[in-house]
């Protein structure tokens, strides 16, 4: 028989609404194979991260419906023991189901209680999918409490260490440029000036409190709709199944969840990862900004402000020789434009609740996926690839702050605004010094400052810190 005639073979199941034909050597039964049938769209899998957790629930679950009496010991070991397989990814291939499916995500948890089933009757015991696997569950609080739980793992593990790295990079970064004294530039015109370690420490600060944001919605996102089984209400489950299962659950993982103050809320509305959504488009906000600044900076390296050079990392050009281009930052920005897109998605997706179940729960946790893993990663290289290796072009930055006719500002309580704006003027138009020109133009000469006052208000470090 050759590979093609292996790859044709199925077996027939049957669930509630007939018989239907399965891969033979698939793991998964008649509702998966349903499921492939009537999603063939995208192509694109749910995460494994959200299949994992949902192994993990059953998991927890089984050991908890056994201690409640519900199920024979030897079948939950055996569910027990099959669920923490498919959570430790020994069969990702057996999860085909696409993102757009029902919107409950009813097919990926049919799929896990079908693997997991097929895998716990191996040793002669008979496990039903739905009366076993599935006890004290509905697809209605185990697919929303597995996104939950990704959302806070990945939160914590992933996003909130790439973050982290960022922000103690541009610290140290702005400590070891904090003399460096540069133009500033307000509407990308001509300030006054600034250091280079203000900047970055004002960088360091926005992703501070980006983690601060994440951390907060993370909290919220760790509350469990466990327990409410289809509508809120909890029918067919213990009423101790939900407290146990998530106490197994924070051990088991090392995260610290609880169960809803109210399931309808938690099952009829997902605001808790719209909002975690939410902070981490703030990040992305953030570091849209911190990456445009990075390569304006480090532009040039002729024809540019050439304030700083970036590390180079890879010819930036299939045609011009020696070209050399800022592309981590490039990349972050692309991230960040998926995650402010993504974002979109959750605010639509979560919107999309009507009375006790919110419909587009397989998209979201899609999207939360990607979201917090581009994050993370993105932005733990960003740091040690690019912000560890800024160096300072201190003399090109120097030369940038005394040619801004901004630095005429500290003359205002001198001459007053009107007067110093001339300066500024003439300044620009004969392209001399603006202290050339305050002497030409005789404010010293008539008394109104001493040339000591002069240099001490175009002193550009002093400028940069006026209460130093």
């Keep these: 028989m050759t590979t093609s005639d292996q790859d044709q073979r199925t077996r027939t199941e049957h669930d509630s609404m007939g018989e239907i034909e399965v891969p033979v050597d698939a793991l998964y039964g008649a509702q998966t ?21 949902l192994a993990r629930v059953k998991q927890c679950a089984a050991t908890v419906n056994a201690d409640l009496g519900v199920l024979d010991a030897d079948l939950a070991s055996a569910i027990a023991d099959a669920a923490d397989e498919v959570a ?35 040793g002669g015991l008979t496990v ?34 790439g973050l982290a790295a960022l922000e103690e990079a541009l610290l140290a970064k702005a400590e070891e440029l904090a003399d460096v004294v540069k133009a500033g530039r307000t509407h990308l015109m001509d300030a006054v000036p600034v250091t280079l370690g203000q900047e970055l420490a004002g960088y360091a600060r926005q992703v501070a ?96 402000l050439g304030e700083i050079r970036l590390p180079d990392l890879q010819p930036g050009s299939s045609i011009m020789p020696g070209k050399v281009n800022p592309v981590l930052p490039e990349a972050t920005l692309m991230v960040c434009a998926r995650v402010i897109g993504n974002d979109t998605t959750m605010t639509v997706a979560g919107a999309s609740g009507a009375f006790e179940l919110n419909v587009m729960l397989p998209v979201m ?72 020109v305050v002497l030409e133009r005789g404010h010293v000469e008539r008394g109104e400052l001493t040339e000591e006052q002069l240099d001490q208000a175009l002193d550009v470090l002093g400028m940069a810190r006026p209460h130093a």
């Excluded at 990702?92 to 009757?121: C, I, K, W």
């Excluded at 076993?132 to 409490?145: I, K, M």
């Excluded at 912000?387 to 702050?401: H, N, P, S, T, W």
């Design 33 to 53: 194979a349903r499921a492939v049938l009537n999603f063939p769209i995208s192509g694109q899998r749910v995460p494994t991260e959200v299949v994992h957790a």
């Design 209 to 304: 409190l980006g983690r601060r944001r994440v951390a907060e919605a993370v909290a919220g996102a760790a509350e469990l709709p466990l327990g409410g089984t289809a509508a809120g209400t909890g029918i067919n489950a213990h009423p101790e199944f939900a407290p146990r299962v998530i106490a197994a659950l924070s051990e088991e993982l090392g995260l610290e969840l609880r169960e809803a103050e109210d399931h309808f809320e938690a099952q009829s509305a997902q605001d808790a990862l719209v909002a975690l959504s939410g902070a981490a488009r703030v990040v992305a906000v953030s570091l849209t900004k911190i990456c445009n600044d990075l390569r304006w900076m480090g532009s040039g390296p002729r024809a540019g």
């Design 88 to 122: 430790r990814g020994l069969h990702d291939e057996h999860f085909p189901v696409d993102v757009y499916q029902t919107g409950s995500g009813t097919s990926t948890n049919m799929n896990v209680n079908e693997v997991v089933a097929r895998l716990a009757s191996r």
């Design 365 to 436: 946790g899609s999207c939360l996926v990607e979201t917090l893993t581009l994050l993370g990663r993105s932005t733990a290289h960003l740091a040690e690839a690019t912000v560890r290796g800024i160096e300072a072009d201190e003399a090109r930055c120097r030369e940038l702050a005394e040619s801004s006719s901004s630095i005429v500002t500290p003359l205002n309580r001198y001459i007053g605004y009107e007067a110093a704006a001339a300066v500024a003027k003439q300044s620009l138009a004969t392209r001399r010094t603006i202290r050339e």
């Design 128 to 161: 039903h999918p739905n009366d076993h696997v599935n006890a004290g569950q509905s697809s209605n609080d185990t697919f929303p409490t597995a996104l939950r739980i990704v959302a806070v793992d990945l939160a914590r593990t992933v996003l909130d260490p």
